[in-house]
């Protein structure tokens, strides 16, 4: 199935390049890393914005070097609870006190070696949003769901259990990311059309259920073995609002032409 791309000026969404770390780096590493990338990025533009995603015991450390306008700090997961005996969890004030403005949430790391169920995820978005953060809400099909071509109700399902949910004032917190699941980490990436059909389906699913100004505010990242030679193209789509990356965003020159690659 093709999904057309809304009509629509899309200049006013936020054109992004998100760093996932994942559970790499020391805070040293990754003060230095966040160090390189800000001086050899340029400077940007206003509708332009990077958020680096290091392990929880980064995030103070690295908050600190983030002084560039448009750069933002955030975490990788978050408890769905506020505070008291959840041992081992992180919760979003403590991550604000660090100065995290962001969340990631539902990558499929988490869904499928976490176990983290629909109904964990959608009680964290709506943990996310109620802090005042903003959540960066993955979905994405496994290989065999593509395969038989399950992928548009897969995600169809990640979405309306976990995200759906928040209402219009709250879909205004959120980026949504797009991670085919057998692209992540694989060195295998979905094609610039394949992204672009999904993006413009997750945004006719988010006018649906809202509006189409909603629909056309909400940023849309693809994320999946995103890298400096193929950003450009993947980021030119018209649905297509930037990258969530994993391993690129572990290297300060690959990373920074990711950055530059945006529109
Ligand atoms: P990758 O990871 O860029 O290494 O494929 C992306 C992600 O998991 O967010």
Not at 52 to 74: L, M, Q, R, S
Not at 110 to 121: A, D, I, K, M, N
Request: charged residues 20%; aromatic residues 8%.
């Amino acid at each position: 199935m093709i999904y057309l791309p809304l009509e629509y000026n899309n200049s006013m969404r936020k054109k992004i390049a998100a760093g996932n770390w994942k559970m790499n780096t020391t805070p040293d590493e990754g003060k230095l890393l966040v160090k390189n990338i800000i001086s050899g990025s340029p400077s940007l533009k206003e509708h332009q914005e990077v958020y680096f995603f290091p392990p929880f015991t980064h995030i103070g450390y690295i908050a600190e070097v983030v002084g560039k306008p448009n750069f933002y700090t955030g975490a990788q997961n978050c408890s769905p609870f506020e505070k008291g005996a959840y041992t081992g969890e992180i919760s979003t004030s403590m991550l604000k006190a660090v100065a995290a403005t962001h969340v990631i949430i539902g990558h499929s790391e988490r869904r499928s070696l976490f176990s983290e169920s629909y109904e964990s995820l959608q009680h964290k978005s709506s943990t996310v949003v109620n802090s005042g953060m903003t959540l960066v809400f993955c979905c994405g099909e496994t290989l065999a769901e593509r395969e038989s071509k399950n992928q548009y109700k897969i995600v169809q399902e990640q979405l309306e259990r976990s995200l759906l949910h928040l209402n219009k004032d709250e879909m205004q917190q959120v980026v949504v990311a797009y991670e085919p699941v057998w692209a992540i980490g694989t060195g295998k990436t979905a094609s610039p059309a394949e992204a672009q059909d999904m993006h413009a389906f997750i945004r006719s699913l988010i006018k649906e259920n809202y509006d189409e100004t909603i629909a056309m505010q909400t940023s849309i990242l693809y994320g999946g073995s995103v890298n400096a030679a193929n950003a450009k193209e993947l980021f030119s789509q018209p649905d297509i609002d930037g990258g969530l990356v994993g391993g690129a965003s572990l290297k300060a020159e690959e990373f920074i032409e990711i950055i530059k690659a945006l529109p």
